[in-house]
């Protein structure tokens, strides 16, 4: 059973709307991260926060921003998407002092 | 900078024979170790991890992996697979150094098709 939830699985949406993807987890862990996946490609850190109150952008340059106002909630949103936006969002977390990740099941958005 | 290199991207098997996913990393100081699995529509999980001691790390669902330092090498066995072991298998590497931030560095993937 997840302890990491992700919605919408599935998205499909018109250039130019706003989104906002969801990630909530119930580990009360502080540090949580979103990533990118393409078919082939490395998964690419967008945004990470390390606690309520924080976040900081990853190595990857991205027009989407982040929040981080309750501990078990981190939510994307993409102001305005573009079909370059087309890929997967995968959110995962840790806690302080851990080194391996727990993953969402992601989020499979296509922008048309 | 640390970076892991996977060296096949597709690895074609036949059920109950032996596998091996070769991972290769480069960082200038030590180092954490990992692979996670991923299967169709689902998000990553971790399946094993050197972290310090025993170079031969076991793992869930039978597979292990072992850390070779002098070939800066992880890569991932499982003596006999299942079908169910098709999936995307990835690599990842952190510096042990990190000041407790362990954000990782991820390979390509490897594409474990396991034939019956």
């Known amino acids: 059973e997840a302890d990491i939830y992700q919605t919408p699985r599935y998205l499909v949406i018109g250039t130019g709307k706003k989104i906002t993807l969801e990630c909530s987890q119930t580990m009360g862990h502080d540090k949580m991260y979103w990533y990118q996946q393409d078919p082939g490609m490395e998964l690419h850190l967008i945004h990470y926060?390390?606690?309520?109150?924080?976040?900081e952008k990853g190595d990857l340059s991205s027009e989407s921003t982040v929040s981080r106002i309750r501990t078990e909630h981190f939510p994307l949103t993409l102001e305005s998407a573009r079909p370059s936006h087309t890929s997967q969002y995968l959110c995962a977390s840790n806690p302080t002092g851990g080194t391996g990740y727990t993953f969402g099941s992601g989020t499979r958005l296509t922008v048309v | 900078a640390q970076s892991v290199t996977q060296l096949d991207s597709q690895v074609p098997v036949f059920e109950e024979a032996p596998v091996e996913l070769r991972c290769n990393y480069s960082?200038?100081?030590?180092?954490?170790l990992f692979w996670y699995v991923q299967y169709p529509n689902q998000g990553l999980q971790l399946l094993l991890k050197?972290?310090?001691?025993?170079?031969l790390v076991k793992g869930i669902n039978g597979f292990e992996a072992e850390f070779n330092k002098s070939q800066t090498s992880f890569h991932l066995r499982k003596p006999s697979v299942h079908i169910s072991d098709t999936a995307e298998y990835f690599c990842a590497v952190t510096t042990a150094s990190s000041g407790g931030s362990y954000i990782p560095t991820f390979g390509r993937g490897t594409s474990l098709i396991v034939h019956p």
């Open positions: 926060s390390y606690g309520v109150n924080s976040t």
């Open positions: 960082s200038s100081v030590s180092v954490y």
């Open positions: 050197y972290l310090s001691g025993s170079t």
